[in-house]
């Protein structure tokens, strides 16, 4: 089994930024692609960042493009969110997840999740 274990949550001013990571540990060969995900109270769990490991591809949100960058450690079972120009909007429980498909935003395509860390933005 596959898990996930995020750290480097926290509080932070706007325009501050924070930086996330995320280890994978178990059986990481079938995993193609690791992303971010974030929920904020009373809202959908939201797809942020993915990146591949196998082509370093990377696909953002709308929302963080230019704001967030998602980058991934050599053999690929570490994979952080740099979050830059916070916003109190980014406020959410972020969730580092991991899938065999490729590049996949659609929540219902990753099997595997980690606990989640709270990002809390203030303005």
């Known amino acids: 089994q596959v898990q996930l274990v995020e750290t480097g949550g926290g509080l932070v001013q706007a325009g501050g930024s924070l930086r996330l990571s995320c280890a994978a540990s178990?059986?990481?060969?079938?995993?193609?692609?690791m992303g971010w995900f974030r929920q904020a109270p009373g809202k959908e769990r939201e797809f942020v960042a993915a990146?591949?490991?196998?082509?370093?591809?990377?696909y953002y949100a709308d929302s963080v493009k230019g704001r967030f960058t998602i980058s991934r450690n050599y053999v690929g079972n570490t994979v952080y969110l740099q979050m830059n120009s916070l916003k109190a909007e980014d406020t959410a429980v972020y969730y580092c997840a991991a899938t065999n498909r490729n590049l996949a935003s659609d929540y219902a395509d990753y099997g595997y999740w980690g606990q989640g860390t709270q990002v809390t933005v203030s303005s």
């Open positions: 178990g059986p990481t060969s079938s995993i193609n692609t």
């Open positions: 990146i591949s490991r196998s082509t370093w591809n990377t």
